[in-house]
């Protein structure tokens, strides 16, 4: 069983649409973080969410923690290409705050 | 501003080959890790460690093995190379323990071909 659930898997939409993608999980945590991976390179911290409920803006990135700290989304307002890349939910695992667990991502395409 | 380095960035390699891919950051922090990139699977943590001196296996340590050189460089083997470790490695560190979350930065990644 995969402890986080991303969906979309895949997402492809044209320049200027919104779009929302989620990270799931039956279980409650201390914090969660969202990360971009583009092509060729590693992945990018882009926020961490600590309490229930939370929003957090970066741009045009609306990050928000559910209420219950189990689940998380990301809405994109306006999409540009440069939003293209696989984005990545993670948490903290074992107790430790330095080993996290990733979720297997949702792969953005914004086409122009 | 370097950050994470990683080296090789490409290699293929025969079964039964070994090699090390090395790493060193320049960040000075305390914890280091090994990640190993599949298609459908995610990232998984290899091994990792929380400070100079320690070592500890994560989810899929078989296989592996890790050296700790100093503060800033840690290396990952493989000693007997499979197929199946056909991969993309990334090498990645942070600060250690900050309660709020933990920053990890992330090198450029290691494609790793096993034939």
């Known amino acids: 069983t995969q402890l986080l659930e991303q969906s979309p898997q895949f997402l492809s939409i044209q320049e200027g649409e919104n779009l929302t993608v989620y990270c799931n999980s039956s279980?409650?945590?201390?914090?969660l973080q969202w990360y971009r991976q583009e092509p060729g390179e590693g992945p990018v911290l882009l926020v961490t969410?600590?309490?229930?409920?939370e929003v957090k803006k970066l741009k045009r990135l609306t990050f928000q923690f559910g209420d219950a700290r189990k689940d998380s989304s990301l809405h994109i307002t306006a999409a540009q290409p440069g939003d293209t890349g696989l984005y990545l939910c993670?948490?903290?695992?074992?107790?430790?705050?330095?080993?996290?667990?990733f979720g297997k991502g949702t792969l953005l395409t914004v086409n122009p | 501003n370097a950050g994470v380095t990683q080296t090789p960035k490409f290699q293929v390699l025969k079964t039964g080959q070994s090699m090390t891919l090395q790493c060193a950051q320049d960040?000075?922090?305390?914890?280091m890790y090994w990640y190993r990139q599949d298609p459908g699977m995610g990232l998984r943590l290899i091994y990792y460690?929380?400070?100079?001196?320690?070592?500890d296996k994560g989810e899929v340590p078989n296989g592996y093995n890790v050296s700790r050189l100093n503060k800033r460089e840690f290396s990952l083997r493989l000693e007997s190379a499979a197929p199946s470790q056909t991969s993309v490695y990334f090498c990645?560190?942070?600060?250690?323990?900050?309660?709020?979350?933990?920053?990890?930065?992330f090198g450029e990644g290691s494609w790793l071909t096993v034939v």
């Open positions: 960040m000075n922090h305390n914890s």
């Open positions: 993670a948490v903290p695992r074992g107790g430790s705050n330095y080993k996290l667990t």
């Open positions: 460690s929380a400070s100079e001196g320690t070592t």
């Open positions: 969410v600590v309490t229930g409920g």
């Open positions: 279980s409650v945590f201390s914090s």
């Open positions: 990645a560190s942070s600060d250690r323990g900050r309660s709020s979350g933990n920053t990890i930065y």
